[in-house]
């Protein structure tokens, strides 16, 4: 159901590319249609909700209202625009900028809507900085109007300067984004040094503190929010737990506890998919002193102790091992498998990985160079395999194993990309640019590798690829702002700036097809490609004007070709994208970091911790790298067939918590732990 | 002595502003002299400090052995620099750039050699993060070769585009602090779309993400340095306190105290300059049940009490009600004071300065809004007048009335600069435009009394204000770096860019006076007056670069007209600057408006307040205008006034406390106070 409502609304969202004006354009029956297709899907959607919960709680959730409101909107502006078409009448398609509140408001997208609220709390705050910084603005803008206005002063380009307040304050906004920097002083600095110090003034006040203080402001209320969610979510499944155990709970002597069985029988219920072993391992902890019943404390402990992802490796021997034992317990095999653990084997691959950086960046022509190519790409093809041989396969990928599965996607899409452009350019003597593209991207990405095997370096690398999921966040609230100002850009700047490849002979080629451009540092730039004719050149205006460099110069550049107060759409898109999205991205990034930083364990997994220290099982802790874990995994494994028969072949268990990737916790459940879980 | 140093220092520093590259020059004698004469001061007080600490101690204090190098370096630079001059020959002041250390090595700059300390501690972690994104540098730079390397594309300007790696790491490098941003994409964008994913992709990884990275290191090692700090403070000041007492103490029964005479003493030795009464609410406190002595645990509290900047305000009647009672209390004067005291009065003069804004923005030649001015000075002043008039006088300029202080000048100079100018133009019929310059800006300033009257504002401004004497560290910061920095510049670049008048015939003004411009960004952005010829401009220079905008096109600039490798010097400064520096002063912002979101108050006073209610005192906890607070206090005195002889005359005593001035804390100290003050 969830990836069904999620393909319709992308598809839904992704109409704009089709519709006019459209990067592959379909006729408007076809769009409309799916269109209303996909209005249907979510009104079934929204049926099927209202059925399953209670009539008053569907009619008091704002999102359920929304969503009705919305296909409402959307199919009246659909109607009204269809039949206006009918009698070839133009009119604007306003509904489409409603299209991001399904992406918002189906409950899938929690993380998305927590955002959002997260930027409404932020807002009240977020004003009266806002408000005292546009007062410093009009300010300064003021001054300068005094100063500089009856200078008759003249700007690079010629134009007057500093005449009048309005611009004064557009030129002053742009200054405390920095974009327009030395160049907006230049003609007051020329004239006296000394007003050098007005700008000095204007930037310090502006650009650092009040920039910073909106980020003080953003942060603040995001670690608030962040804090409250927690302690609400923290809140609410104390009490659901409260409420499981009133349900199962018998007597037992004084006190009322949950019988072993029933507890095993609701775990499996909960959470099917944890093995037998790791579930055993729960239970051990739970119940402490094995009394055969679980008291209120520890059971309301459970909701943590299933959160905490206890990874069980168990401690396999290799297949190989198995099917044909004489061959790979042989010296031969021996002596091969000690070699690619050796930290020597790492340090080899990190050499040659530096030499295979050279010959990429030497010329390609070469054919002594592209048969390089095929020497490197067998070396890394030999070192998985090596490694796959030397390591248990399943181990080696490993659902936490995201390095090997990154290096073995690599080389093989290299190895298919390369194969492929060989053949091709064997058979029709043509190299297909994409796929030569993709090659050369697939290449440099080997290089990665290198950083990998510095031991600070992943650290930082982990904490990066552990705050991935979380940007998606950031990417779908990203997605919703672009989708609307995209839509409205549209609407305002379609066709008003086209772009034509240099060779064209079209008349006014070099002012992208609009004379009002003559002359303006927009054209002189070349940036007609920089426009709102379909939806993915806007995305792309966008995105340049999110990097904020040389956003005046679009600014003017399109108000230039419609009217003036259409930098109002940039000082908006400002506003919403650079002052609060980008600096809740930058309070996450700093809050992911300081979590990463601060080595704090929370109290559950000290509890676990303990738990099994107390039960007298081996406690590892170490800053390993993977190979060097499954090298200690296995050495162990050997001690124990080392001391043949005197234990009974326990089916070595390893237990790993997963939550902090920087300091692994590995846990060996010795004979202590065969006691405990029978 | 302290201000003397500083004055050496300064001197030594500005020093550069005379000397060869000179913006005022001086002949070499004079300058040397003064020097030599700086380095006999700093010789002198180094020896001075050397007699009053240890020898063990002075020894091993690095910053003492600094010092004296550097005066040996200084003096034989100057020496062999004098030499070569009187032979003819030209060499290198290389010394100067030590003349920085003197500024953060003198005892008396704690604050910047501690945060120069923090930077150290940061650089190991920063490297780690750093190596990583040059590594991705490196890498995107890579692909970038392959895959725009033989496209044949040009820029803009008709350059090649990405062909040589070495550009291509430096535009990279350019387009992660954006300053180059639509710009470089252009030509790959222009020849395909899908290669703007590239930059994209680009732009996430080393913008947004490692730029949000590098924010987060420093400001979590400036967090963890100054928890550190603190606590290091913590620790010494309560063993000094501990020695302390033992050195007092007393026995007094079972335990050991400090006799009240004793501690007086104290008091009065350590902090000379706090008032009798402020004295006595001290002893009030540490002295709970008034047992004549003070046990260990409140000895030791003292250094944090006094700490606490306690405002004795004491309520005295208005002079002029003591000299001339009987006007000052008539009907009249009493109508114009509860009027002074209404809220329509600010109201008022909030509506007066709006409509002076209006006039200000309106055009100055004509005589009507001329004599305007001349209206709203009156204005201004019979409000400060006015308020002096109601409030006393002693109270409205008291140290903590930053707004009142900051209104009475603006006003006063603005009615000074006004006279002077009226006279100049009248008797000579000529604007000075200095005076005139400032006038305006007076005039403007006058504007900010508006932000003033409203609550939230405030708050945000006293934030703002509060600051201001940490930020001067930060200024102590930048200047080192800056006067670094302009000293290596002015070697390397002196006089190779040149500006010259619109009006000017020499050859290639236009390209600033050197060839090698002629096409370039630089010289077609009329950046000439932008060079390092003298100190002043150097420090302008570095100022645009520290804003970042547009610093490739001065680095390429600056490159051109002396060797490729020059751009060195601008990553160099983008490194310390933006990166690190920056990034320190955006965390202490940060960190600033932290502590005064967080309401908390601090141990000890929250201990005082609890004692004073305890001494069942009333306690007034109120957001308060200022006007309201001294409002308060008045109507108290009527009160006192109204009990008439009932009660003795007490001299009503008001304890305010000021580390947080978003929450004033009023403590009226009533009778049962004064019984525990005598």
């Known amino acids: 159901m969830r990836t069904v409502t999620y393909f319709f609304i992308f598809l839904n969202l992704s109409l704009a590319v089709f519709e006019e004006p459209a990067v592959y354009p379909l006729p408007f029956l076809v769009t409309s249609l799916i269109e209303v297709l996909c209005l249907l899907v979510f009104f079934g959607r929204l049926t099927h909700f209202a059925k399953v919960t209670l009539r008053d709680v569907f009619w008091k959730d704002t999102k359920n209202i929304c969503i009705m409101v919305a296909i409402l909107l959307s199919l ?20 489409r900028i409603v299209r991001p509140i399904f992406l918002i408001n189906f409950a899938e997208s929690r993380q998305i809507r927590r955002a959002f609220r997260s930027i409404r ?46 611009e004064i304050v557009f030129d002053l906004y742009v200054l405390v984004t920095t974009a327009n920097s030395p160049d907006v002083m230049m003609p007051a600095f020329d004239f006296s040094s000394w007003y050098a110090l007005f700008f000095i003034a204007f930037v310090i006040v502006n650009t650092y503190i009040f920039m910073s203080l909106f980020l003080a402001v953003v942060y603040n209320n995001y670690k608030k929010h962040l804090k409250n969610e927690i302690r609400k979510l923290a809140y609410m499944k104390h009490r659901k737990m409260i409420e499981a155990f009133n349900l199962l709970k018998e007597e037992e002597g004084a006190q009322f506890v949950v019988r072993e069985a029933c507890w095993k029988q609701l775990v499996k219920l909960v959470a099917p998919d944890i093995s037998n072993s790791h579930r055993e391992l729960l ?8 009394k ?47 070699m690619v653990r050796h930290r020597g084997f790492v340090w080899t691959y990190d050499v040659i990985i530096l030499i295979n950086a050279i010959f990429i960046a030497l010329d390609e022509e070469t054919p002594y160079i592209s048969y390089a190519e095929w020497v490197f790409l067998a070396l890394y093809i030999i070192e998985i395999l090596l490694k796959v041989y030397t390591y248990e396969p399943r181990a080696f990928f490993g659902k936490n194993q995201f390095w090997n599965w990154f290096d073995t996607l690599i080389i093989f899409a290299a190895l298919t990309a390369t194969v492929l452009n060989t053949t091709l350019k064997s058979t029709t003597k043509y190299n297909s640019q994409q796929i030569l593209d993709i090659v050369f991207i697939l290449r440099v990405l080997r290089l990665i590798r290198i950083v990998d095997s510095i031991q600070r370096f992943r650290v930082i690398m982990n904490t990066l690829i552990n705050i991935v999921p979380t940007m998606l966040t950031f990417g779908g609230l990203t997605l919703v702002v672009y989708c609307v100002f995209a839509i409205i850009g549209m609407e305002l700047f379609h066709g008003k700036i086209q772009f034509f490849p240099a060779s064209s002979n079209v008349p006014h080629a070099l002012e992208c097809g609009n004379p009002a451009l003559k002359d303006s540092l927009f054209a002189r730039g070349k940036y007609c490609k920089n426009n709102f004719n379909n939806f993915a050149s806007s995305f792309i205006v966008l995105m340049e004007l999110t990097v904020v460099n040389q956003w005046h110069v679009f600014a003017n550049g399109f108000a230039n070709v419609t009217v003036q107060p259409a930098k109002l759409y940039f000082i908006a898109f400002h506003i919403v994208m650079v002052i609060i999205i980008v600096n809740i991205f930058v309070s996450f990034i700093l809050e992911a970091f300081f979590v990463e930083y601060s080595l704090e364990k929370s109290e559950v ?51 790993k918590i997963a939550s902090k990737p920087t300091s692994f916790l590995l846990f060996y459940l010795g004979p202590s732990v065969h006691t405990c879980l029978h």
């Not at 239970?283 to 094995?290: H, K, P, R, T, Y």
């Not at 800053?623 to 067939?641: A, F, G, K, R, T």
């Open 292 to 338: 055969g019943f679980i008291d209120k404390k520890s059971f309301v402990q459970l909701a943590d102790l299933l959160n905490i992802q206890v990874i069980t490796l168990k401690i396999r021997s290799h297949p190989l091992g198995q099917w044909m034992p004489h061959v790979y317990k042989s010296a031969v095999s021996r002596f091969l498998r000690s």
């Open 76 to 95: 009246t502006d659909l109607a009204i625009y269809g039949v206006l078409r009918m009698y070839n009448m133009r009119s604007i398609r306003w509904s």
């Open 121 to 166: 709390n932020t807002l009240p705050e977020i004003t009266y900085v806002f408000l005292l910084f546009m007062f410093s603005l009009l300010m300064f803008s003021l001054m300068a109007l005094k100063l500089f206005g009856e200078r008759n002063l003249q700007t690079a380009e010629g134009l007057p300067y500093f005449k009048n307040y309005l």
């Open 605 to 655: 997994e000290t509890a676990i911790e303990q738990k099994i220290q107390e039960l007298g099982m081996g406690v590892q802790e170490d800053e390993l790298q993977h190979e060097q874990l499954l090298d200690n995994m296995e050495s162990v494994e050997h001690d124990l067939e080392g001391e043949g028969g005197t234990k009974p072949q326990s089916k070595g268990l390893v237990f």
């Open 283 to 290: 239970l051990c902890i739970s119940d402490n002193e094995q």
